[in-house]
């Protein structure tokens, strides 16, 4: 049985939705640039759910439909056809119902954000900044099947290669949404580079994901910032490592320090590094929602817990384990050449599955 307060609050929804499309025609509108961009945002963000209505209600129209065939007509071939449609369209409206009350569920607002990713090695010396290069070039080459873009923020490299720290941004549709997902503790077991008996070792590395600040999200004083320049380090020939093009930025009140010093002008390493700190700034609020949300849901990690190991990686069985959904492939040299897509799916649904339980209960 379909409940009507469903349907009631999907015509409502589309009522809005339309009005919205109509707002945005408006030159007023338009002109206000901060609410045009709020508007658009929000009238994407519900497209899916009028066009999964939409198709719902064509289904339950077509389900009545076979249903008066049944009751009805006295042709038997006309009969045998609504038995056949109904076979198909029961289980059809079962599945949109259930995809329109995961739709119907608030989003977080911030899953519609780009994303600063910071990974450091942890436990495990050079091996564990080996590893945070391995989750790094992981990364990177999701980011890039995903057609969306990254740049590096800033890096601390390790002493036998990898990382010992590295920021990275990403920029494209719903990147944070997707990317939260990886925040926490990964693990790798392995025999590293350096183990000259053939040992098994386990290191870690943490990933951070945090949803990039827009300029109306944080009001930044800039007396309360001090600003530092220094010779950037690494590759980028003899112009980046003999000016002082890289930026640190001290925000006083929150002691939040960031650096930039991917880029050759001093001012472009200004203003990425200002990006980065008002993302930090307004992910100290931010982080409170996060620990909120990660005492009910499984598929989330409280920011405060650095501990919290969400996945391992072990080398010598080509396997793949994520802690939180137990959930275990044996595709390891895909997974680290970015495949990931279907273990963050099955963290979406596991999650969903959570909210969905959430809001009943609500």
């Not at 999701?142 to 873009?149: A, I, T």
């Not at 309360?224 to 009140?253: E, M």
């Amino acid at each position: 049985m379909v409940d009507n307060a469903i349907l009631n609050r999907l015509d409502g929804l589309k009522i809005k939705f339309e009005e919205m499309g109509q707002q945005m025609t408006d030159p007023e509108v338009i002109a206000d640039m901060k609410r045009f961009v709020q508007l658009n945002k929000e009238y994407r963000e519900l497209e899916p759910l009028v066009a999964a209505a939409d198709k719902f209600k064509k289904t339950l129209a077509n389900i009545a439909e076979a249903k008066d065939i049944l009751a009805n007509e006295k042709d038997e071939d006309m009969r045998e056809m609504a038995r056949e449609e109904l076979a198909e369209l029961e289980p059809l409206a079962e599945n949109l119902e259930e995809e329109i009350k995961i739709l119907l569920i608030p989003k977080d607002p911030q899953d519609s954000k780009n994303a600063i990713v910071e990974i450091r090695g942890g436990t495990g010396g050079d091996e564990a900044a080996l590893f945070a290069g391995d989750l790094l070039r992981m990364y990177m080459k999701y980011v890039e099947s995903k057609g969306w873009r990254y740049e590096i923020n800033s890096f601390s490299e390790g002493s036998a290669g990898g990382y010992k720290e590295v920021v990275m941004k990403v920029t494209g549709e719903g990147v944070y949404g997707t990317l939260k997902y990886e925040s926490g503790v990964h693990r790798v077991q392995r025999v590293p580079q350096t183990e000259t008996q053939g040992r098994i070792h386990t290191s870690a590395a943490t990933v951070a994901v945090l949803p990039e600040a827009d300029e109306f999200d944080v009001e930044i004083n800039m007396n309360d910032i001090r600003k530092d320049t220094y010779c950037a380090s690494g590759p980028g020939g003899q112009c980046v490592n003999t000016t002082y093009s890289a930026v640190r930025l001290t925000h006083i009140p929150t002691g939040i320090v960031v650096q930039c010093q991917d880029q050759k002008s001093q001012l472009k390493n200004f203003d990425k590094a200002l990006e980065e700190l008002r993302t930090r700034i307004f992910n100290l609020e931010y982080a409170k929602y996060m620990d909120e949300i990660a005492s009910k849901r499984k598929t989330m990690v409280s920011t405060g817990d650095r501990s919290a190991k969400i996945r391992t990686y072990n080398y010598p069985q080509g396997r793949i384990t994520d802690h939180r959904i137990n959930y275990t492939i044996y595709n390891l040299p895909a997974f680290m050449n970015g495949d990931i897509q279907d273990c963050i799916d099955q963290l979406v649904v596991a999650e969903n599955a959570e909210r969905l339980k959430e809001s009943e209960l609500g």
